[in-house]
């Protein structure tokens, strides 16, 4: 198989949290510099023992890693000179992205390209109204969670050049990453989309009554195979997120139904955040008699 080139100069990421320490073990994995940002000390200083761990578990620990560097945001104009990607990372907060975005466009050189991995916000949506240099490089590059997920989604918005797209794809494989490319504007991307659906129609289902949460984990199970269903996928995630990204659908797409989100805020205000506070579809105190006890959803 052809080995791609990987660009010369170095990845920047800013935000050293979940997935920022995540992408800094992905992007130094071909032997290229990453340079880690945060506003915090301590999150560099968990990030680079994260890469630190994650290299050690990783099938292809005997090859030579590129240097992981350290730097706070009063570092990040010298240390964009070099760039040829910068990926944000920061906390899902789409005034901060915009924020952020900006300054990446005015300090980095005209051919870094400039990667938003933000979950719920497209790159059209976070580059609406501000005043950029140049627009034509900057995409979203959205990863998942766990690490082990592979998959990344490129997605430009209209004045994206493909040429940035396609290095994207090309780099985003060499390191490891499965990219697909988003080829509309899309809410959600791929994945996301499909999953939304999912959650949607369960809290539908259960809202009819038609059935119980362990029944539809039970059957999604036994048809397609996967080691959890949508209300236990659902509990992880926390039922207050699940609501929050449904919100965000209804409030940019027009015939999404409101039973799923009435639902899901009865589920709340009864104190069912989910795995985080015990009690979400499923029991998970450890008080409890038995945990992973259905509990009931009749009052709903
Ligand atoms: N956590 C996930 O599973 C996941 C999955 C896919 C996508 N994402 C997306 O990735 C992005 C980051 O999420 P996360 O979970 O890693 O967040 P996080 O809260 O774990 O980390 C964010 C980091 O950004 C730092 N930060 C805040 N403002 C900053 C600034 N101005 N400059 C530099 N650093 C700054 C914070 O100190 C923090 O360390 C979000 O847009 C989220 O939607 C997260």
Redesign the pocket.
């Known amino acids: 198989m052809a080995v791609t080139q990987r660009p010369a100069g170095s990845v920047v990421i800013?935000?050293?949290?979940?997935?920022?320490r995540r992408l800094a073990f992905m992007w130094s994995r071909r032997g290229g510099t990453v340079c880690l940002?945060?506003?915090?000390k301590k999150?560099l200083e968990e990030g680079l023992s994260y890469v630190k761990q994650l290299r050690s578990a990783a099938l292809d620990s005997g090859q030579e890693y590129g240097e992981v560097k350290v730097a706070q945001?009063d570092a990040l104009e010298t240390i964009l000179q070099d760039a040829w990607l910068v990926v944000e990372?920061?906390?899902?907060n789409r005034a901060?992205?915009q924020?952020?975005i900006t300054q990446l466009d005015s300090w980095s050189p005209a051919c870094t390209i400039i990667a938003?991995?933000?979950?719920?916000y497209g790159i059209s949506e976070i580059i609406e109204g501000l005043e950029l240099k140049h627009s034509n490089r900057i995409l979203s590059a959205?990863?998942?969670?766990p690490p082990e997920t592979s998959a990344i989604e490129i997605m430009g918005h209209q004045h994206t050049d493909p040429n940035v797209i396609s290095l994207l794809m090309e780099q985003s494989r060499a390191h490891g990453f499965s990219p697909f490319h988003v080829k509309k504007d899309s809410i959600g991307y791929i994945y996301n989309r499909i999953w939304a659906a999912i959650k949607r129609e369960t809290l539908l289902a259960l809202s009819e009554g038609v059935c119980s949460p362990r029944e539809i984990d039970a059957i999604f199970k036994d048809v397609l195979k996967t080691p959890k269903g949508p209300c236990e996928q659902m509990d992880v995630v926390g039922l207050d997120v699940v609501l929050d990204i449904e919100n965000h659908y209804a409030d940019s797409r027009t015939g999404i139904p409101t039973e799923p989100r009435i639902y899901l805020q009865r589920m709340i205000e009864s104190g069912r955040l989910g795995v985080k506070n015990g009690s979400g579809f499923y029991n998970y105190r450890s008080d409890a008699v038995e945990t992973g006890n259905e509990l009931s959803t009749a009052n709903l």
């Open positions: 800013v935000g050293a949290g979940t997935q920022g940002v945060d506003l915090q999150q945001p990372c920061v906390p899902e901060l992205k924020k952020v938003s991995n933000s979950s719920s959205h990863c998942y969670w």
